[in-house]
């Protein structure tokens, strides 16, 4: 009985539901024309994706988002914005074309209900619009950016749509070369204060000016090698940043340094071999905790079998599926931006698998905002991290310290303990060069081992200066214990003391 109840209520279901068929909500099927018999074609509906039926990302109507009306009505809550630029690349131009591509790759997300996430990004609450491209001149790179940045600024300074989830939309940027993220922080900074960035790259792209572009004119210094160091330079960004996916050669180790003074952490392409995506994962989560957060992604993140129409490609890199995989675990985040950047169409394959594969990416940056609302807050700092309070207040004469202090605390600890260590084990061996240890061990690999874990732990400066003394000390005693000349070749006193101005002097 409750069997055959459930099967007629299903029915009944089933005659409601097809009558009430929705005409202006057709799923996945186009209607041609207004209902017409005269050809046998019934309704006119008929079952196939609407290629090419909008012009926008996942075919969402292009929203004039340059105007001056801020009426209820012209509001929305998370914006899609074209950035066509390549004129501050190094490697092969072709990124202006980027938008319409990404566009075009998108035209399958018309109707978007994920099979992971068993939720509609294009349906859900927020008002999705596509605002076109930023008009950006391809004669003068500097102006382009400027206009760039008011666009950013003029599309995310009205209130959001759903004013009890969100105070401002928030944009995502198609590429343009990756310069135009300078632009977006820019814009993002007014309304968010610094926020750590997630950058999915190949490059690490905090190269000093003086490395890349500077020794040729102040003009050439800013380039899509160089934004994430002026947009350290200008506090755009959080020293809670991080790369992931970095396997490009840099010009030499100062750049990693650099890099690191820069506030990025760097998780490399073949990591992914050792820790796996979770792993990657997690350390991302780790590194951005408590701070609001800007994805952007290089293209050249995926390997070129997954992304060849880019302008520095470089091989050994990620599939598609593990940065999907990747960007769906950052969920719960507070991203309060991203971009897809770096697509340069002319070098695409006729499958267009780039556009592709930066339409999945861009889609799952929109999937990840739906997914977290993120309300502005009154101050810069409140929500951020306690850190950038603490930059905020002191940052003129404290920046450079506290920032090295906070990230190397750990380290720092390490090598303050080893060098109280190596501080007792001298004091209480002072005046007796030679004591006496258990057989095979002696004072001076005690020291060089301490002396090394200090070196690791502390880095460059400090740990220059201590190493240079350490030799110096176990030469002079050499040297005294065996009354000969210390050879310079034993201890590699001249080596290592050239390296720094102490070790130089303690040499004099
Ligand atoms: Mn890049």
């Given at each position: ?350 499958a267009a698998t780039t556009a592709l594969a930066a339409a999945e990416v861009a889609f799952a940056l929109l999937e990840l905002m739906v997914s977290t609302p993120v309300k502005e807050s009154n101050t ?129």
């Amino acid at each position: 009985m409750k069997q055959q109840l459930v099967t007629l209520a299903a029915l009944a279901q089933a005659v409601v539901g097809l009558s009430a068929y929705d005409y202006n909500n057709p799923g996945a099927q186009v209607r041609f024309w207004v209902n017409s018999d005269e050809d046998g074609l019934g309704d006119g509906v008929v079952t196939q994706m609407p290629f090419l039926t909008g012009a926008g990302f996942a075919t969402l109507p292009i929203t004039d988002c340059f105007g001056d009306d801020d009426s209820e009505a012209a509001r929305y809550d998370i914006a899609i914005l074209g950035a066509p630029h390549d004129t501050t690349t190094t490697g092969r131009p072709g990124a202006r074309f980027g938008p319409p591509a990404i566009r075009l790759g998108s035209n399958q997300k018309t109707y978007g209900l994920s099979v992971y996430t068993k939720r509609d990004a294009l349906k859900d609450w927020a008002t999705i619009v596509d605002c076109g491209d930023a008009k950006m001149t391809w004669l003068d790179n500097r102006f382009a950016l400027k206009t760039l940045e008011r666009a950013h600024k003029k599309v995310s300074g009205r209130p959001a749509k759903s004013s009890n989830t969100s105070s401002v939309p928030r944009i995502i940027t198609l590429g343009g070369d990756h310069t135009t993220t300078l632009a977006a922080l820019r814009a993002t900074e007014k309304h968010w204060g610094p926020v750590s960035v997630i950058h999915f790259d190949s490059h690490v792209d905090t190269w000093d000016p003086k490395q890349l572009g500077g020794g040729i004119s102040d003009y050439a210094a800013l380039n899509h090698g160089t934004f994430l160091h002026f947009a350290h330079e200008e506090n755009l960004i959080l020293n809670s940043s991080i790369h992931a996916g970095i396997r490009a050669q840099v010009i030499d180790a100062s750049d990693m340094r650099h890099d690191k003074d820069c506030g990025f952490h760097v998780i490399t392409a073949r990591d992914i071999d050792f820790i796996g995506v979770r792993g990657i994962i997690d350390r991302l989560r780790k590194r951005v905790e408590h701070t609001r957060v800007y994805i952007s992604i290089d293209i050249d993140v995926l390997d070129p079998a997954f992304a060849p129409a880019t302008g520095t490609p470089e091989a050994g890199g990620w599939s598609s599926r593990e940065l999907l995989t990747i960007l769906a675990g950052l969920d719960g985040l507070e991203i309060i931006g991203g971009d897809v950047v770096e697509v340069a169409p002319p070098y695409d394959n006729n499958a267009a698998t780039t556009a592709l594969a930066a339409a999945e990416v861009a889609f799952a940056l929109l999937e990840l905002m739906v997914s977290t609302p993120v309300k502005e807050s009154n101050t810069h700092e409140e929500g951020n991290h306690l850190l950038n309070s603490k930059i905020q207040r002191s940052r003129r004469i404290h920046l450079v310290a506290l920032q090295w202090w906070a990230d190397e605390y750990k380290s720092a600890i390490i090598g303050g303990l080893s060098i109280v260590i190596l501080a007792l084990v001298l004091w209480h061996y002072d005046g007796k060069l030679v004591p006496r240890l258990s057989p095979g061990l002696d004072l001076e690999m005690l020291v060089v081992a301490l002396v090394t874990v200090s070196r690791v732990a502390i880095g460059n400066v400090v740990e220059a200066c201590i190493s240079q003394c350490a030799w110096i000390w176990i030469a002079k005693s050499h040297q005294q214990r065996t009354n000969t000349i210390a050879r310079l070749e034993d201890f590699k006193l001249f080596n290592e003391a050239s390296r720094g101005f102490l070790g130089s002097v303690a040499l004099l």
